[in-house]
């Protein structure tokens, strides 16, 4: 499986920009998705999960209410909606898919060793 990032860039704060993630080699369609963050000098955190459906979904408290993360099985896509941008949310974003399918439990879905197949990155940054 081979996960391929992109739409990140260069945003002033309070902007909006979606980033996707797109899989080759294998279908994602029925596997627990995530994106995850590292900004310079701390370590790669959560930020969203997805189940199978969409109908499940997970996102770390700083996010909430500005980011979205949405599929499209059809496609073999992964998208992260990013609204109200804040400089704080300047990073590489990862993709990666879970090693379990079609739904998992919030603890699992933040654990960074419970996700086989990751992306390369895409850079987003927010000036102030």
């Known amino acids: 499986v081979q996960l391929q990032a992109s739409g990140g860039g260069l945003v002033q704060a309070g902007g909006s920009l979606r980033i996707s993630c797109a899989a080759s080699g294998q279908t994602l369609s029925s596997y627990v998705m995530g994106w995850f963050r590292q900004a310079p000098g701390k370590e790669r955190e959560f930020v969203a999960a997805i189940n199978w459906s969409g109908g499940t979904i997970y996102y770390v408290d700083s996010v909430k209410g500005r980011f979205t993360i949405s599929r499209d099985n059809a496609k073999n896509t992964v998208y992260l909606q990013m609204n109200s941008l804040k400089p704080e949310d300047t990073a590489v974003y990862y993709c990666?898919?879970?090693?379990?399918?079609?739904?998992?439990?919030?603890?699992?879905?933040?654990?960074?060793?419970?996700?086989?197949?990751w992306g390369q990155g895409t850079q987003v940054t927010v000036s102030s």
């Open positions: 990666a898919r879970h090693t379990r399918s079609y739904g998992v439990s919030k603890e699992s879905s933040r654990d960074l060793s419970n996700y086989d197949y």
